[in-house]
């Protein structure tokens, strides 16, 4: 079933309170999604320091990312570590951590993944102290594959990329085969980092990113909702019958994407929000 949740701020003085309004609207969404939860916040500069290169680990702890990677510094949480450094970053981790997973690299985002209830796992990322433009957030109901933090959402393959999903990928195996016939790797058995890992190659190739979520529904068969974050964009893009729900509220202040509207009803001025349901296989893309 899985539950999504997404907010791109547009007014500035909001911006202290992402953490704060993120927390709240995943906490609407949890029975969605009780297995394990993930978020991805853009401009916190605690974890994302202003000019610093940031990757987010699985497999290691803060101590060890540390003492393998001289001048970077390690933050924890939960079962996330996240690391920033200079611009060589991920190159010096590949090369020094191995052994480690990344879940999310760029510049201004850092991805946060556990398994267990995710009002807990919110709780240890001290996610409601967070601040930035903008955040996505997903608790996952496993369906196709374990339930282990490498199995959560966003999954984050590209830099400053983001995607979560509701629904499930028919073919994802074979657009798997074909993805890593042209050398793509792969870090769990996932069918939405199949999605993810589809969008991040079609954007590598030049593709804007409204044009990689049409053809993604042009390859993928299935039921899918899915919300798709970049440094300066936030889109939203549903399945040909629109079967998983989805609604997205804007006001001059904020956009935001919710599986229930309970999850947006949290944010301030809500009463004044344009809500609509996205129209199946139509792009939305917002961006700062």
């Keep these: 079933m899985c539950g999504i949740v997404g907010l791109h701020l547009r007014e500035p003085s909001l911006e202290p309170r992402l953490g704060e309004l993120l927390t709240a609207m995943l906490g609407q969404v949890v029975e969605r999604g009780p297995d394990s939860a993930g978020v991805a916040v853009y401009g916190d ?44 970053l991920l ?3 590949q090369a020094a951590l191995p052994h480690a ?3 999310g690299s ?19 990322f001290g996610l409601s102290t967070v601040t930035g433009w903008q955040g996505v957030g997903h608790t996952r109901m496993a369906t196709e594959s374990a339930v282990t933090p490498e199995g959560a959402h966003p999954f984050s393959v590209g830099p400053g990329q983001c995607l979560v999903h509701n629904g499930s990928f028919a073919n ?7 993805l890593r016939a042209r050398g793509v790797e792969f870090d769990s058995e996932n069918d939405s980092e199949v999605g993810a890992r589809f969008i991040a190659h079609q954007l590598e190739q030049g593709a804007e990113l409204e044009k990689a979520l049409r053809l993604l529904c042009e390859r993928f068969d299935g039921f899918y909702t899915l919300l798709v974050s970049t440094g300066d964009s936030f889109a939203v893009v549903r399945d040909a019958i629109a079967c998983k729900p989805a609604l997205v ?3 001059d202040a904020w956009v935001a994407m919710a599986s229930e509207y309970r999850a947006l009803d949290v ?20 961006r700062r």
């Design 91 to 93: 190159t010096a981790i």
């Design 267 to 286: 944010l301030p001025g809500i009463e004044h929000a344009r809500i609509f349901e996205p129209e199946p296989e139509e792009v939305y893309v917002w």
């Design 172 to 178: 994802h195996a074979t657009i798997r085969r074909e």
């Design 45 to 88: 500069p605690r974890l994302s320091p202003p000019g610093r290169a940031v990757v987010s680990l699985l497999g290691v702890t803060p101590t060890e990312a540390e003492a393998a990677l001289p001048g970077a510094v390690a933050v924890a949480a939960d079962a996330t570590t996240v690391v920033h450094g200079d611009t060589d």
């Design 101 to 103: 997973t990344v879940i």
């Design 106 to 124: 760029g510049i201004d985002m850092a991805v946060l993944k556990g398994t267990g209830n995710p009002v807990e796992l919110a709780d240890a």
């Design 249 to 251: 509220a804007e006001t």
